[in-house]
């Protein structure tokens, strides 16, 4: 798939998105990469945005959070070390 990309260019994900609505290209017979219309793309990114709200809510609800701005800082810099 890589390699049509490369000759054919972009014009190859518009035959492609005519029958499906997400093309997996394979790199060296391993999947690599996903290309989706930016459509399908905004859709997704909206529900991960909405799953993260959600959580966010869940957290605040279950008094999961701080107004300590040196504890909070202090957790995001030690997950960052994880």
Do not use: W
Not at 34 to 57: P, T
Not at 61 to 77: C, N, Q, V, W
């Amino acid at each position: 798939m890589a390699n049509e990309v490369k000759t054919k260019g972009v014009s190859l994900f518009d035959k492609l998105f005519e029958k499906a609505e997400e093309v997996i290209i394979n790199v060296r017979g391993k999947n690599k990469y996903v290309v989706i219309d930016i459509e399908r793309y905004k859709e997704l990114r909206a529900m991960e945005l909405d799953k993260a709200y959600d959580n966010a809510m869940a957290d605040i609800a279950a008094g999961r959070y701080t107004t300590d701005l040196e504890a909070h800082f202090k957790e995001i810099e030690n997950a960052l070390h994880d």
